[in-house]
């Protein structure tokens, strides 16, 4: 699962990922039961410190 973080936005990168994640339980693409990526793993993918993301 891939997120995409806009640097230059106003929007947090928590406030980012979350709005990511809430689209795609809207639209099916995560379902009940699905396993997400860890907040770890999720912060190697955005070469982010993981106090960004929580």
Do not use: T, W
């Amino acid at each position: 699962m891939k997120f995409v973080i806009d640097r230059e936005s106003n929007i947090s990168i928590y406030h980012q990922r979350y709005n990511q994640i809430r689209d795609r339980i809207f639209s099916g693409e995560i379902s009940n039961g699905d396993k997400l990526p860890s907040e770890r793993k999720i912060a190697e993918q955005l070469s982010v410190n993981c106090s960004n993301i929580v």
